[in-house]
Nanobody, 123 residues
C-alpha cells in the first residue's frame, strides 16, 4: 500500500493550493480517508476527513480552523483524494499527510500514511 501526496509548495497568505493524494494497493472506498498536518514543533493533527456511514453515504469533518476555507474530496474510481485550500494563512504552514483507515471483517483497523508534503505560507 502506498499513498503519495503532491501539490505542496510555497505560497503567500491569501493564496490557494490544492493537495492531491494518489493511492496504490488500496481503494479509497474504505472506511475513512483524510488529511492530517504537522506544524513545526507540534504533534500531527486532523485537518479533514471523509468517513463512510451507513447506507453508503459519506460524512466530512473539518478542524474548526480550516472549516469554510478547505474542502476535502475524493475520486474513488481513480483512488485519488484532494484538499482544496483557500485563503491560506501563515499558521497553515505544516507538513500535510494523506491518511487512510481500512477495517477488516472483524472491524479491526489498519492505518496508512503518505510521506507528507510541505506547505509553507508566507505573510
Amino acid at each position: 500500500v502506498q499513498l503519495v501526496e503532491s501539490g505542496g509548495g510555497l505560497v503567500q497568505a491569501g493564496d490557494s493550493l490544492t493537495l492531491s493524494c494518489a493511492a496504490s494497493g488500496i481503494s479509497f472506498d474504505v472506511t475513512s480517508v483524510g488529511w492530517y498536518r504537522q506544524l513545526p514543533g507540534k504533534e500531527r493533527e486532523l485537518v479533514a476527513t471523509i468517513s463512510k456511514i451507513s447506507g453508503g453515504a459519506s460524512m466530512t469533518h473539518y478542524q474548526p480552523s480550516v472549516r469554510r476555507r478547505f474542502t476535502i474530496s475524493k475520486n474513488d474510481a481513480q483512488d485519488m483524494m484532494y484538499l482544496q485550500m483557500n485563503r491560506l494563512k501563515p499558521e497553515d504552514t505544516a507538513v500535510y499527510y494523506c491518511h487512510a483507515e481500512e477495517r477488516d471483517q472483524m472491524w479491526r483497523p489498519t492505518y496508512y500514511w503518505g510521506q507528507g508534503t510541505q506547505v509553507t505560507v508566507s505573510s
